[in-house]
Nanobody
């Protein structure tokens, strides 16, 4: 599974920004897909994701402001960021949890990452 993220940039506090991520490769093996973010000196944290069945999961800090959506036909996931805050500034990483099987039936699993896109919120 390969992931290509886009859409980061500079936005003023209170504004909106949309991130997109396109998956390629063994996309039918993807279970959950979504977004993490990381600031220097801190661990990467889950922002939001969508399960294979369509259930969404959000960090408390973004719930009600961010919306994650998944297009199963296009193999994309998006993150609509509204009412952004300075503390949303981070590098955002698209991720996917994938599970598949080799020809001999042996299972494989991986967590794939996109390249990261910088989001900067100014006050």
């Amino acid at each position: 599974v390969q992931l290509q993220a886009s859409g980061g940039g500079l936005v003023q506090a209170g504004g909106s920004l949309r991130l997109s991520c396109a998956a390629s490769g063994s996309t039918n093996s993807i279970n959950a897909i979504g977004w993490y973010r990381q600031v220097p000196g801190k661990e990467r944290e889950l922002v939001a994701d969508v399960s294979r069945g369509g259930s969404t999961n959000y960090a408390d800090s973004v719930r009600g402001r961010f919306t994650v959506s998944r297009d199963y036909a296009k193999n994309t996931v998006s993150l609509q960021m509204n009412s952004v805050k300075v503390e949303d500034t981070a590098v955002y990483y698209c991720y996917a949890d994938a599970l598949g099987y080799y020809d001999d039936g042996t299972p494989w699993a991986l967590k794939a990452w996109g390249q990261g896109t910088q989001v900067t919120v100014s006050s």
